[in-house]
């Protein structure tokens, strides 16, 4: 883990030559030995959840998927156990976590049975298909006593960790505006049960940039004014282009700007995010989105004129968002059973980030701002 010190002052004004520590990685629990089950075998849950869990040392026991045959074949790269039914993963003596990886419109009667069989919970973004269901979950879970969070892992994304950290420290003064932008050709054929969703883009990818807006500048947005677009000839029933503005108390302000459309080499992808205060700026590169799937480590930069003015600040970043970001989501729901408090990603939490993801939608409907209280009291 590395702890934040005190900055070391540069030798001169020269970019890069800035140097400081930042609080960043994955904090993980004392006991890493938390029996965890998944439930779902995908894309996601084989090639990030289980390899990070393996770098982290977590002791997951098994998993269940209503195909088994992509359960066992999870089970064979992993060693770990294969489940027969959901009933049995759930009785086993030795769970004490569930991590639920399958589609929103599933997820809420598995967690509801998890939860009732006293399981804390690690659940998978959206958390529903409906605010109400959100809602109406969140409050079961807190209801029955059991840990429940939401695995919004672009939160632990080196990038966004480390911006966060920057805010914490007042390195910005007062924070003004955020953005993240992206520009890049999206596979989305690697998830084919995407391609009939209506909601897709925002739903099933801005939804992290949502989040993680909102997790650095550590407050949520008043409303959300959006518009959403196809491109031409596309396959997918949803959206894949949008633009999402951001209005938060005060005179702070934010940005969501993504198409997933880009037909040009990739020398000419992006996806980039900036956070600006009034003394200074944070910016960097999200490499996960960088020669997709593969990806690449994020980059940082920041000026601070609370540091030393006029010097660029480029540490070097550990991680990944994929696999290690994963750590955190995980390492987080651990670290808050371990100390009997709700983890910061918790289902309560995540309301707020549905609450603009819904705003979103609604907004692009009725080409208006939508605040995201009527979003909350719709469901009422």
Same mark, same amino acid.
Request: aromatic share 8%; glycine share 8%; hydrophobic share 40%.
């Given at each position: 883990?590395?702890?934040?010190?005190?900055?070391?002052?540069?030798?001169?004004?020269?970019?890069? !030559?800035?140097?400081?520590?930042?609080?960043? !990685?994955? @904090?993980?629990?004392?006991?890493?030995?938390?029996?965890?089950?998944?439930?779902?075998?995908?894309?996601?849950?084989?090639?990030?959840?289980?390899?990070?869990?393996?770098?982290?040392?977590?002791?997951?026991?098994?998993?269940?998927?209503?195909?088994?045959?992509?359960?066992?074949?999870?089970?064979?790269?992993?060693?770990?156990?294969?489940?027969?039914?959901?009933?049995?993963?759930?009785?086993?003596?030795?769970? @004490?976590?569930?991590?639920?990886?399958?589609?929103?419109?599933?997820?809420?009667?598995?967690?509801?049975?998890?939860? +009732? @069989?006293?399981?804390?919970?690690?659940?998978?973004?959206?958390?529903?298909?409906?605010?109400?269901?959100?809602? +109406?979950?969140?409050?079961?879970?807190?209801?029955?006593?059991?840990?429940?969070?939401?695995?919004?892992?672009?939160?632990?994304?080196?990038?966004?960790?480390?911006?966060?950290?920057?805010?914490?420290?007042?390195?910005?003064?007062?924070?003004?505006?955020?953005?993240?932008?992206?520009?890049?050709?999206?596979?989305?054929?690697?998830?084919?049960?995407?391609?009939?969703?209506?909601?897709? +883009?925002?739903?099933?990818?801005?939804?992290?940039?949502?989040?993680?807006?909102?997790?650095?500048?550590?407050?949520?947005?008043?409303?959300?004014?959006?518009d959403g677009a196809k491109y031409p000839g596309q396959t997918y029933?949803?959206?894949?282009?949008?633009?999402?503005?951001?209005?938060?108390?005060?005179?702070?302000?934010?940005?969501?700007?993504?198409?997933?459309?880009?037909?040009?080499?990739?020398?000419?992808?992006?996806?980039?995010?900036?956070?600006?205060?009034?003394?200074?700026?944070?910016?960097?590169?999200?490499?996960?989105?960088?020669?997709? /799937?593969?990806?690449?480590?994020?980059?940082?930069?920041?000026?601070?004129?609370?540091?030393?003015?006029?010097?660029?600040?480029? /540490?070097?970043?550990?991680? @990944?968002?994929?696999?290690?970001?994963?750590?955190?989501?995980?390492?987080?729901?651990?670290?808050?059973?371990?100390?009997?408090?709700? /983890?910061?990603?918790?289902?309560?939490?995540?309301?707020?980030?549905?609450?603009?993801?819904?705003?979103?939608?609604?907004?692009?409907?009725?080409?208006? /701002?939508?605040?995201?209280?009527?979003?909350?009291?719709?469901?009422?």
């Amino acid at each position: 883990m590395s702890e934040g010190r005190a900055v070391q002052p540069a030798s001169g004004n020269a970019a890069g !030559k800035g140097r400081l520590a930042l609080d960043y !990685k994955p @904090r993980l629990p004392a006991d890493r030995s938390m029996g965890i089950a998944i439930v779902g075998a995908g894309d996601i849950v084989v090639n990030a959840h289980l390899p990070a869990y393996k770098l982290a040392g977590f002791r997951v026991i098994g998993i269940y998927d209503i195909d088994r045959s992509k359960a066992e074949a999870a089970a064979k790269t992993h060693s770990i156990a294969v489940f027969d039914e959901l009933a049995a993963l759930l009785a086993h003596p030795g769970v @004490r976590i569930v991590d639920i990886a399958v589609p929103a419109r599933y997820q809420p009667a598995i967690a509801r049975q998890a939860a +009732e @069989r006293g399981k804390h919970l690690l659940c998978q973004k959206p958390l529903a298909e409906s605010y109400r269901q959100a809602r +109406e979950l969140a409050e079961a879970c807190a209801a029955l006593g059991v840990k429940a969070a939401v695995n919004q892992q672009m939160r632990w994304a080196p990038g966004i960790q480390a911006s966060r950290c920057v805010v914490e420290r007042g390195w910005l003064g007062a924070p003004l505006q955020a953005s993240i932008q992206v520009n890049v050709l999206t596979p989305w054929e690697l998830w084919p049960w995407l391609s009939h969703m209506p909601t897709l +883009e925002v739903m099933y990818h801005s939804i992290h940039y949502l989040d993680a807006i909102r997790y650095v500048l550590g407050t949520a947005p008043e409303y959300v004014y959006a518009d959403g677009a196809k491109y031409p000839g596309q396959t997918y029933a949803g959206e894949t282009r949008t633009m999402i503005h951001l209005k938060f108390p005060g005179e702070v302000r934010g940005l969501i700007h993504d198409s997933h459309n880009n037909r040009m080499p990739q020398d000419d992808w992006y996806a980039t995010f900036r956070f600006e205060g009034t003394e200074g700026v944070v910016k960097g590169t999200n490499g996960a989105l960088y020669n997709y /799937p593969h990806g690449r480590e994020d980059t940082i930069a920041l000026y601070s004129e609370r540091l030393e003015p006029g010097c660029l600040y480029a /540490p070097t970043l550990e991680g @990944r968002w994929f696999p290690h970001a994963f750590m955190g989501t995980m390492g987080e729901l651990m670290r808050a059973i371990e100390e009997d408090r709700e /983890p910061v990603n918790s289902l309560a939490d995540n309301l707020l980030t549905l609450q603009t993801v819904f705003a979103a939608y609604k907004s692009m409907a009725e080409n208006r /701002p939508v605040y995201l209280e009527e979003i909350a009291a719709a469901a009422t």
